[in-house]
Every structure is written in structure tokens, then in C-alpha cells.
């Protein structure tokens, strides 16, 4: 279910014309609104203004690859938990893997079949409004959370949890992705 006046809104993200095409009209016919970059480049600088409810990635492109954009999106805390799934005709297991571990949700070989990769659009889609009105709920308990990954990396905490660690570590900003050493080491105990 979406909030009135608000179409799903899917970024496809592929150098080649006719992919382009073919993705954006079933797209459109299935009511979504479509933006398009034909670069890694080009979609980062487009999700500093927009952000889309998902992201369809062709891996191979000049320049700027697939693999590394989704690395940096899923860098940027506004834009992390944007579902990525992967679009390529690349078949090796170890693309797939790659794709998974940059932060990707699902992997769609090219020819893509259209009825399916529509119907994996609306699951991913449904997941990650699921797991943005979750951290909403989450930020407005007005708690302290906050949840790392096994090496200490800090993938998420609400705004309270924030101004705590930058009142232990006053030079610290949240979008860092690291916890200041004086935090990290009471959470390693």
C-alpha cells in the first residue's frame, strides 16, 4: 500500500538504449513512475535530489560499474536501504556473489523475463517500505539503538542513539559509517 498521491517510483540504472526502453514501458503499464541514468555516475547525482522506492542495476557499464555504484549508494545513509536488484547478463556464480555482497537484494540474469522481474519489483518494493516504516517506528520511540555489523560498522541507529555518541565523541557525524573508538570499544566488551 502507498500513500496518496505517491506513484512507486523505480530508478533503472543501464547504459544500453533499448533495455532502457523495454524496462520503462512495462514499468510505466504497471503505474510506476520511471527515472532513468545511463550511468553510476549519473544515478548517484540523481539520488542527491530524488529517491526512489528501488533500483534496477545493469552491472556492466562504462566507467563507473554496477557493482561500485551500489557500493556507494549503500554508503550514503539516505539512500541505503533503497532495495537494489541487479540486472546483467553476466551468468559466473562469482558476479552473483559480488552482487549480493555490495548490498544488491536480488540478481536478474538479461534476457530478463518481464512478468518476473515485475513480480520481484513489487516484492523488493513491499520489503523495503516494510523496512522503512520499521526504522521510522524505530527513530520515533525517541530509544537508544543502534546496530552494527560484526566488525563494528555502524549500519543504522536512531537520533537519540546519534546524539549520545557525539556527545561522547564530539567530532563525530553519523553518515561516517564508523563508531568513534570510545564507543566501538564498550560495544566490543
Known sequence: MQAPGHSDTVLVVDD?????????????????SVLVATSGE??????NNIVPDLILMDAVMPGMDGFETTQKIKARPATASIPVIFMTGL??????????????????????????LLARVRVHMAQGRAVHASITS???????????DAKGKLLWCTPRAE???????????????????????????
Not at 16 to 32: G, H
Not at 138 to 148: N, V, W
Request: hydrophobic residues 40%; charged residues 30%; glycine residues 6%.
Open 16 to 32: 544500453e538504449p533499448d533495455s532502457l526502453r523495454m524496462l520503462t514501458t512495462i514499468l510505466e503499464k504497471a503505474e510506476m
Open 42 to 47: 549519473a544515478a548517484l547525482e540523481l539520488l
Open 91 to 116: 551468468t559466473e556464480s562469482e558476479h552473483v556473489v559480488e552482487a549480493f555482497e555490495v548490498g544488491g537484494v536480488d540478481y536478474v540474469r538479461k534476457p530478463v523475463d518481464l512478468k518476473e
Open 138 to 148: 524505530l527513530d520515533a520511540t525517541d530509544r537508544l539503538i543502534l546496530a552494527t
Open 163 to 189: 546524539q549520545a555518541i557525539t556527545r561522547v565523541s564530539p567530532g563525530w557525524r553519523g553518515g561516517e559509517g564508523s563508531l568513534p573508538p570510545e564507543v566501538r570499544s564498550q560495544i566490543e566488551k
